[in-house]
């Protein structure tokens, strides 16, 4: 079936749109030919995203949405899409969506029965995943996390026991920051992959504990610029039987008459090594039980 069969008589088709996270050339055949045809573009950045037309020799109408004005916007291109026209969602880099605009457009388009295709190609989370040499049969990704220390500790405290690979994107002036919250949460020692520029000229994977690739990203005159993939050794699976052996609810019960829930919580899952989440959430039943 061709693009254009895609269409049918029901209204236009909102294409998906990968394009380049750095390197012009990964822009795939496909996602030219749909930008070439397509009746009209919605960009993240109409700037950023004309640079790329003019490169290609395209020039579109365009529509400007993004995480500002998307559930403003969006009605705009549905009534374009219901008049018969067929829409290019972009982003400035990579794959709309995935930490980029674009989901309140693709809800409401399949909603009103509207043609969604996929158009794949470059996305940061998939580069950096398949050259880091970490487990990738499990993955979780978290995008950006808060910018504010509190919400990000919190965050990773939440990440901390997951045994799947973390993948996290952070921006050039919180990196050391985050960094340094992962040794505080995840210790010294996790293993972690740092992919700074992909696909750009300065591309650079740092790798080692959590300690050693901030010490090395401190020591590198260019760490601090650029965007970056940080992806993160999941947690050593619990021996949930050798955990059996220790009474964990006897020891919240204990320590809750002395402590806060929360820190009950977390000193049982550093001696048991059972989630601090289960346990807080087991620890609150035990208090509100009366404590025994």
């Known amino acids: 079936m061709s693009e254009q069969q895609l269409s049918g008589s029901s209204g236009g088709v909102l294409y998906i749109v990968a394009t380049p996270i750095g390197n012009l050339g990964d822009l795939s055949e496909r996602a030219g030919q749909v930008?070439?045809?397509?009746?009209?573009?919605?960009?993240?950045?109409?700037?950023?995203?004309?640079?790329?037309?003019q490169h290609l020799g395209i020039s579109k109408p365009m529509i400007a949405l993004h995480d500002h004005?998307?559930?403003?916007?969006?009605?705009?291109?549905?009534?374009?899409?219901?008049?018969?026209?067929?829409?290019?969602?972009?982003?400035?880099?990579?794959?709309?969506?995935?930490?980029?605009?674009?989901?309140?457009?693709?809800?409401?388009?399949?909603?009103?029965?509207?043609?969604?295709?996929?158009?794949?190609?470059?996305?940061?989370?998939?580069?950096?995943?398949?050259?880091?040499?970490?487990?990738?049969?499990?993955?979780l990704f978290a995008g950006f996390l808060p910018a504010k220390r509190s919400g990000r500790k919190a965050a990773l405290e939440e990440?901390?026991?997951l045994?799947?690979?973390?993948v996290l994107y952070e921006s050039p002036h919180r990196i050391l920051d985050l960094l340094a919250d992962l040794v505080d949460v995840f210790g010294r020692e996790r293993e972690c992959v740092l992919g700074r520029e992909l696909t750009k000229t300065f591309e650079t994977f740092y790798s080692g504990s959590v300690a050693s690739v901030l010490e090395d990203l401190k020591a590198d005159p260019n760490g601090a610029r650029g965007e970056f993939v940080v992806m993160v050794h999941g947690a050593d699976p619990v021996d949930r039987e050798g955990a059996a052996t220790l009474d964990s609810d006897r020891l919240l019960s204990l320590l809750i008459r002395e402590l806060p829930v929360k820190k009950a919580?977390?000193?049982?899952?550093?001696?048991?090594g059972l989630g601090k989440n289960e346990l807080y959430q087991r620890a609150l039943a035990i208090k509100d039980a009366g404590g025994n």
């Open 35 to 53: 930008l070439t045809r397509a009746d009209r573009v919605a960009a993240e950045d109409t700037r950023h995203t004309g640079k790329l037309l």
């Open 159 to 161: 990440f901390r026991d």
């Open 265 to 272: 919580a977390r000193i049982v899952a550093e001696v048991s």
């Open 163 to 166: 045994t799947a690979t973390l």
């Open 69 to 139: 004005n998307e559930r403003d916007r969006f009605v705009r291109v549905i009534d374009a899409l219901l008049a018969g026209e067929d829409v290019a969602l972009v982003s400035d880099a990579g794959t709309p969506l995935i930490s980029d605009p674009g989901y309140v457009l693709v809800r409401e388009a399949r909603a009103a029965g509207l043609r969604v295709c996929p158009v794949p190609g470059a996305c940061a989370l998939v580069a950096g995943l398949s050259a880091a040499g970490l487990p990738t049969d499990r993955f």
